[in-house]
């Protein structure tokens, strides 16, 4: 495993800075990221299933550090609706590959939610999320592999999973507490020296969520959010988010991700059933400084496909 950790570091040079495939136990940030989760809850928190009150369908795709070879991409697609007064469901496909198909990354699930009425202006619901994913790790797609003939493999790794969360809201205001993933996994256990010669472990990560409408006016509504999310290993991570919606179409706002990135968002409302939105994101770290890094761009569609008694959700930040 000498060799191979030689050969990582001297044929995957950037790569190695944003993948958990590397040659022993690294713990860090795992879960794909995304600059506009206050639109893609579904993908954090099982209890958000049904929460739009109509049937909601979101495509996101994200393409990190542009210009960076290899640099890691994700793309995510869910749909979800209410199943009664009460009940909620949905199911969500998340891609994420790195290093020009090296690493590949595919969660599949179902989730269900269960909402009860605290009060005439807030709701609480409890969300459940079960799923797997299939993990490809192919080091032989490298430059220069051909030095070192036993490079590690992973292929079409299946590993199932339960996740759950819950979701409180009311129409100006939710918080929403979520563990995707219980169930921790290796790959490729430790069989060397200080049983380090597997390359990843999954790691249980916690999510918290909060947001607040304040109407400025009838015309003007401003919206902070903030995501916070927790996992062994790693340093906490703190995104921040400032959005105004604009006549109840346009939305512009900024984020901040803590020692991270500045990003800037842009959102429109197409009609009362379709929305599309983008952000654009500059590091602040030591990433910044290489020349070849353009930033991070994301971009969403969301549509909603009926309205249940002809009213849609107000506001539509959540």
């Given amino acids: 495993m000498k060799n191979i950790k030689l050969y990582l570091n ?66 995510t697609a869910n749909i979800h609706s209410p199943l009664g007064r009460q009940l909620g469901g949905g199911l969500s496909i998340l891609h994420d590959e790195i290093g ?7 969660n599949f699930d179902a989730m269900a939610s269960y909402t009860i009425e605290t009060s005439y202006y807030g709701k609480l ?18 430059p220069g592999a051909e030095i070192e ?4 493999q992973i292929d079409k790794k299946f590993s199932p999973n339960i996740g759950a969360g819950i979701y409180y809201s009311t129409d100006v205001f939710y918080a929403g507490l979520s563990i995707p993933s219980f169930l921790e996994t290796k790959h490729f ?26 109407p400025l006016n009838d015309n003007f509504k401003l919206k902070p959010a903030t995501l916070v999310k927790a996992v062994r290993g790693a340093p906490l991570q703190v995104d921040l988010s400032l959005n105004t919606l604009i006549y109840e179409r346009f939305v512009l706002g900024g984020a901040y991700r803590w020692d991270a990135a500045w990003s800037a968002l842009l959102g429109f409302q197409i009609s009362d059933q379709l929305m599309l939105g983008m952000a654009y994101d500059r590091d602040t770290s030591s990433l910044s400084t290489l020349t070849a890094n ?25």
């Fill in 10 to 75: 001297k044929a995957i040079g950037l790569l190695t800075l944003f993948t958990c495939f590397v040659v022993g136990r690294v713990e860090a940030q795992q879960d794909a990221q995304f600059t506009q989760y206050m639109y893609n809850t579904l993908t954090f928190n099982p209890a958000y299933a049904g929460q739009r009150t109509v049937t909601s369908a979101l495509v996101m795709y994200r393409s990190q550090w542009v210009g960076l070879e290899g640099n890691p991409v994700s793309l």
């Fill in 100 to 106: 020009d198909g090296t690493a590949q990354e595919t």
């Fill in 125 to 142: 619901s409890f969300g459940i999320r079960f799923g797997g994913h299939l993990l490809n790790v192919d080091f032989t797609k490298l």
């Fill in 149 to 152: 003939p036993n490079l590690p």
């Fill in 189 to 214: 256990d430790g069989s060397g020296e200080n049983n380090s010669s597997y390359l990843a472990t999954e790691r249980m990560h916690a999510y918290l969520m909060l947001g607040y409408v304040f």
């Fill in 294 to 318: 353009s930033g991070s761009f994301e971009f969403f569609l969301r549509y909603e496909f009926f309205k249940r008694d002809g009213i849609m959700k107000s506001p539509r930040f959540f």
